[in-house]
């Protein structure tokens, strides 16, 4: 059993969604808010030992990075953050610890301009963060992932891959410390692309879009999916960073890029020849049933499994 397939299961006690201005299925849930404007919410949590470790990061990168990962879920949205709520488990009382998460946030409250609304603390058995994001977008400029058409364009910000290399590296004892340093960049301060959406909505036509939060051959495939198409990437060019040339002649290559996982980039659509810094077109929507293929060279692969899924991982064990 896989993660889209336990969600279908437990689809059945949504309830009433009539309230909803865009129900479960999304990156976020939109409601009703005041004049032409709808709230946003999403909730993600970042556990120790699952999402991460005190050796790999500092208690500030661990802050940083658990509500920057649920930031990117209000970009993919369209939309832009207006107080979250932060549910703290801890194993033990470490004020300073806890000071230094909290001071990773502010980096991300100084950036986006957001507020701490409340939340909770208890006493567990490690490290939690689960936070809750209160967004706001125009009702009429929701990007939504059942949004993608054929004949549009797919676009990708920023790069992938390098979470992947990160956590394989840093298993070695032997690694490039320059080339390691740049992997690390991305895990610790991957960056909530609000504003570049913010500006792009403004200067383009947006169809749809997604969060890649569990990899672009998973997160495409509930696009696919959501959308009723299907969706072709030309392989080769997936934008990657220079120290990624590293890999560049291992086997599979670019099927690891498309594998990777908690990279927090937004992948969209639009019918517009996008030129914008940062932004890759890696691909196209065609008429189809919710397929996602590779090109590479002159040969079509599946690529709709590749990423990373909690419930299929638990169900493999």
């Known amino acids: 059993m896989n993660e889209d397939e336990l969600l279908k299961i437990l689809s059945k006690y949504w309830g009433r969604e009539d309230n909803l201005i865009i129900p479960n299925g999304d990156d976020t849930l939109a409601i009703p808010a005041y004049d032409d404007l709808a709230y946003l919410v999403t ?7 699952v999402h991460f470790t005190k050796e790999i990061l500092t208690f500030e990168e661990i802050g940083y990075r ?3 990962g649920a930031l990117s879920d209000i ?7 207006v107080t979250i709520l932060i549910d703290l ?7 300073e610890s806890i000071k230094s998460i909290y001071n990773g946030i502010r980096i991300l409250q100084d950036e986006f301009c957001f507020s701490i609304g409340g939340g909770n603390i208890v006493h567990g058995n490690r490290w939690r963060l689960t936070t809750t994001v ?3 977008v125009k009702r009429d400029y929701i990007l939504r992932r059942n949004n993608f ?32 340093k740049k992997l690390r960049e991305k895990v610790a301060h991957p960056v909530p692309r609000i504003k570049e959406i913010r500006e792009l909505k403004f200067k383009y036509n947006l169809g749809g879009a997604i969060d890649i939060s569990d990899g672009l051959g ?18 080769e060019n997936i934008p990657y960073v220079k120290e990624l040339n590293y890999f ?7 099927f690891t890029l498309i594998s990777s996982g908690e990279e927090y980039e937004v992948c969209f659509s639009s019918r517009d020849e996008i030129e914008f810094p940062g932004i890759t077109k890696i691909g196209e929507v065609l008429q189809g049933s919710g397929k996602v293929l590779g090109k590479l060279g002159n040969q079509l692969f599946e690529i709709s499994a590749l990423g990373y899924d909690h419930i299929k991982k638990l169900s493999t064990d």
């Open 43 to 49: 909730v993600d949590t970042s556990l120790e030992n």
């Open 66 to 68: 658990a509500v920057a």
């Open 75 to 81: 970009a993919a949205m369209g939309g832009e953050p």
């Open 89 to 95: 488990e801890i194993p033990e009382l470490q004020v």
């Open 134 to 136: 209160v967004g706001v």
């Open 149 to 180: 058409r054929p004949g549009e364009k797919i676009y990708i910000t920023g790069d992938i891959g390098r979470v992947y290399y990160f956590f394989r590296e840093l298993k070695k004892p032997n690694k490039d410390e320059v080339i390691f």
């Open 218 to 235: 998973v997160d495409l495939k509930r696009v696919a999916e959501a959308s009723k198409v299907n969706i072709v990437i030309d392989m």
């Open 248 to 254: 560049r002649n291992e086997e599979n290559f670019y």
